[in-house]
Nanobody, 122 residues
């Protein structure tokens, strides 16, 4: 059974940092691209960041470029999202996702975590 378990969310003041984690099981982690998406209240889910299977490529949404860093550890089947300089507009449920290729389109991802809430206060 494929599972992605995302964690690490919480409440933080603007300017603060959080590190999200996503643990994979039941899948060949090392051959999959891994991504983070987020969904704010009343808004559609949006792309945040993606990392290729070998970590040689990463891409970010313009809104988080320079503040967020995606990384992975294939031996541990983990993917991370380090979020710095957080802003209130970063408030959302964050989801990790696994797919066959690097993409910003959520339809390209086959497996999803249940999400972890991030709340940034001003």
């Amino acid at each position: 059974q494929v599972r992605l378990v995302d964690s690490g969310g919480g409440s933080v003041q603007g300017g603060g940092s959080l590190r999200l984690s996503c643990a994979g099981s039941g899948l060949t982690f090392g051959v999959l691209a891994m991504a983070w998406f987020r969904q704010a209240p009343g808004k559609e889910r949006e792309f945040v960041a993606v990392i290729s299977r070998s970590s040689d490529s990463t891409y970010y949404a313009d809104s988080v470029q320079g503040r967020f860093t995606i990384s992975r550890d294939n031996d541990k089947k983990m993917v991370y999202l380090q979020m710095n300089s957080l802003k209130p507009e970063d408030t959302a449920v964050y989801f990790c996702a696994a797919g066959s290729g690097v993409a910003a389109n959520e339809e390209r991802y086959d497996y999803w975590g249940l999400g972890t809430q991030v709340t940034v206060s001003s």
